[in-house]
């Protein structure tokens, strides 16, 4: 059994910047892909971010590239997502995922265990 805790949400203006956490019990978390998707209201879950287990291989939807960075911190079992010219479209919830099979995808169908998730609202 695997549990992620997001932290890191809130509300910030457009234009600034947040960082996410998600916390990963866990032995193996070295081994794990692990990935931010976010759902605004009334909107499917979106695939934001993932990040292989060796961090290697990073992948990023075309709404954040340039803008949202993943990294990961094994020793720390923390998977991080660095948000920087925040933008009101990017007011959601967002969650991170594991997925044991350890490369991170965009499908969230490919991972095994998610967050409770964290709000972030943008305002204009």
């Known amino acids: 059994q695997v549990q992620l805790v997001e932290s890191g949400g809130g509300l910030v203006q457009a234009g600034g910047s947040l960082r996410l956490s998600c916390a990963a019990s866990?032995?193996?978390?070295?081994?794990?892909?692990m990935g931010w998707f976010r759902q605004a209201p009334g909107k499917e879950r979106e695939f934001g971010a993932a990040?292989?287990?060796?961090?290697?291989?990073?992948y990023y939807a075309d709404s954040v590239k340039g803008r949202f960075t993943i990294s990961r911190d094994n020793a720390k079992n923390t998977v991080y997502l660095s948000m920087n010219s925040l933008k009101p479209e990017d007011t959601a919830v967002y969650y991170c995922?594991?997925?044991?099979?350890?490369?991170?995808?965009?499908?969230?169908?490919?991972?095994?265990?998610w967050g409770q998730g964290t709000q972030v609202v943008v305002s204009s």
């Open positions: 995922a594991a997925d044991l099979y350890g490369l991170g995808s965009s499908v969230s169908n490919e991972y095994d265990y």
């Open positions: 866990g032995r193996t978390f070295s081994t794990y892909g």
């Open positions: 990040i292989s287990w060796t961090g290697k291989s990073r």
